[in-house]
C-alpha cells in the first residue's frame, strides 16, 4: 500500500509567477484536500476535493485552485505568488472523510 | 466557530519524564471528533488518534494515553517515560464539520533530551 506522494519537495519561484504542486493519493481514497502551514503554525485547509469536484474550502483567494484526476490525484495551482505564499503546503487523503493521511509536502519559497 | 487552542508553544523535558500536552477547543457541534497529529522534522503529519464526543473515557495505547473532558472542552495527550523519538511538534484538531477538514491548533513542540 502506498502512501501519500507530493511533489516536488522543495520550490523556489518569484513573486508574481504561478505554481503547481502535485500529489499522489494513497490507494482506495476518493478524497483529497489541501493545507498550507506557515513556520510555526499549524496546517490551515485550504480546500477538499470529492470525485473530482470541490466540496468545502477555507478562506483562501480564488488565485488558488485545484484539480482532482479520476486517478484521485491532485494539483494544487497558485497563481500571482506573493511572498507570504510561503509555507510548507500539504496534500491529504482519505476515504469517504474518514481520518487523514498527509504526505510530506511541498516547500514553497517565494522571493 | 470551531477552534482549538494549544497554549504551550515549546516544551523540553529530558528523557523518561512524562509530559502532558493541552488541548482546548470550540465548538459549535453537539458530537463532533477530536484528533492528535505528530509532525517530526520530515514535515509529514502522522494520525495518532480520533476520539468521538460521545466516549469521554480516557484511551491509552502504549505509552500514550487522552484525557478527554467535554466539560472543560479539553483534550490533553500524556506521554509516559518520553524518548528522544518523540521529539516532534504535535497538533490538536477539529472537524470542520463531520470528519474533515480540519482545524488545526499551532500545535506544541517537544523536545526530548537524552
Known amino acids: 500500500e502506498t502512501g501519500v506522494t507530493q511533489s516536488p519537495t522543495h520550490l523556489i519561484k518569484t513573486r508574481g509567477q504561478q505554481v503547481t504542486l502535485r500529489c499522489s493519493s494513497q490507494?482506495?481514497?476518493?478524497?483529497v484536500s489541501w493545507y498550507q502551514q506557515a513556520l510555526g503554525q499549524g496546517p490551515q485547509f485550504i480546500f477538499q476535493?470529492?470525485?473530482?469536484?470541490?466540496?468545502g474550502r477555507g478562506n483562501f483567494p480564488p488565485r488558488f485552485s485545484g484539480l482532482q484526476f479520476p486517478n484521485y490525484s491532485s494539483e494544487l495551482n497558485v497563481n500571482a505568488l506573493e511572498l507570504d505564499d510561503s509555507a510548507l503546503y500539504l496534500c491529504a487523503s482519505s476515504f469517504l472523510g474518514e481520518k487523514l493521511f498527509f504526505g510530506s509536502g511541498t516547500q514553497l519559497s517565494v522571493l | 466557530a470551531q477552534k482549538v487552542t494549544q497554549a504551550q508553544t515549546e516544551i523540553s523535558v529530558v528523557e523518561k519524564e512524562d509530559v502532558t500536552l493541552d488541548c482546548v477547543y470550540e465548538t459549535r457541534d453537539t458530537t463532533y471528533y477530536l484528533f492528535w497529529y505528530k509532525q517530526p522534522p520530515s514535515g509529514e503529519l502522522v494520525f495518532l488518534i480520533r476520539?468521538?464526543?460521545?466516549?469521554?473515557q480516557n484511551e491509552i495505547s502504549g505509552r500514550y494515553s487522552w484525557n478527554f473532558q467535554k466539560s472543560t472542552s479539553s483534550f490533553n495527550f500524556t506521554i509516559t517515560a518520553s524518548q528522544v523519538v518523540d521529539s516532534a511538534v504535535y497538533f490538536c484538531?477539529?472537524?470542520?464539520?463531520?470528519?474533515?477538514?480540519?482545524?488545526f491548533g499551532k500545535g506544541t513542540r517537544l523536545s526530548v533530551i537524552a
Open positions: 476520539r468521538n464526543s460521545f466516549d469521554e
Open positions: 476535493y470529492y470525485r473530482e469536484e470541490e466540496n
Open positions: 484538531a477539529l472537524p470542520i464539520s463531520g470528519n474533515t477538514p480540519l482545524v
Open positions: 490507494s482506495g481514497h476518493n478524497t
